[in-house]
């Protein structure tokens, strides 16, 4: 087969197998919202530090969005969206249904369904740059894929330009959810149990987690006026805090 027609369907696009499924008004909002912008373009694909879900660590070589992958991102997009429980922040449908209606699945001559692409979207770019996080699923799957629960984090909705705002004033509805919202706004990004963890490692790799630290508490936008020198001084400045909580506790 030529390298020009390696990918199947290079133009796939969102067709739900349910139209009629019942949506809420926020949906229906941050769809219309995704629709309008190419989500591929945007700039978070490209200032964000990629984060090996498993390691905590930044991925020093990182594949970025090619054409086809950016096509496929696009499509995938308004699927979460149209799956997702704002409540529970859980998208409800499996990687294999986002796969199959995006037109991102393929069988081979033998009958074999494969829903790598979507699945290599997910697992290799979505979730290192912390669009979502996903979670093994425990149930057991008749598939040759291991089943995974896929969660839409706050940097998602920056992607789709959707203001935190927005988001807020669906969960204001709910009293119980809007505490527990409020709650989770307070929390410091390194908890004191975290950071007696941490003073514990060597310099480099102490460094590192409180990188992490960082890039999970300060959204896209915070980061990038802080820019690198302010992101160092800052490590600089919670390093020397935990070399001074060692000390403290070592006296």
Same mark, same amino acid.
């Given at each position: 087969?030529?390298?020009k027609n390696y990918i199947y369907?290079?133009?796939?696009?969102?067709?739900?197998s349910k139209p009629e499924r019942k949506k809420s008004k926020f949906i229906f909002y941050a769809m219309k919202k995704a629709s309008e912008i190419d989500v591929s373009r945007s700039k978070l694909n490209y200032t964000l530090l990629p984060i090996d879900p498993k390691t905590g660590n930044v991925l020093?070589?990182?594949r970025r969005l090619n054409k086809h992958r950016a096509c496929a991102m696009k499509a995938i997009v308004l699927a979460m969206l149209y799956y997702f429980n704002i409540d529970t922040k859980l998208v409800e449908a499996s990687i294999e249904k986002l796969a199959d209606e995006c037109g991102l699945s @393929?069988?081979?001559?033998?009958?074999?369904?494969? !829903?790598?692409?979507?699945?290599?979207?997910?697992?290799?770019f979505l979730e290192p740059m912390g669009f979502v996080k996903c979670k093994k699923n425990k149930s057991k799957s008749i598939s040759n894929y291991t089943p995974k629960k896929i969660f839409l @984090?706050?940097?998602?909705f920056m992607l789709c330009? !959707?203001?935190?705002?927005?988001i807020n004033s669906y969960l204001s509805r709910n009293s119980n959810l809007s505490k527990k919202f409020k709650v989770e706004e307070k929390r410091i990004f390194i908890s004191v149990l975290d950071m007696k963890k941490i003073s514990r490692l060597d310099e480099k790799s102490a460094r590192k987690k409180i990188l992490?630290?960082?890039?999970?508490?300060?959204s896209a936008s915070e980061l990038t006026k802080i820019g690198p020198r302010g992101l160092k001084k800052k490590i600089d400045i919670e390093y020397s805090n935990l070399c001074k909580l060692y000390k403290k506790n070592h006296k």
């Open positions: 087969m030529p390298r369907n290079p133009k796939p696009f969102f067709n739900p020093t070589r990182f @393929t069988l081979s001559d033998s009958g074999n369904k494969s !829903i790598t692409r979507a699945s290599r979207l997910i697992t290799d @984090t706050p940097m998602f330009k !959707i203001p935190q705002s927005k992490n630290a960082l890039i999970n508490y300060y």
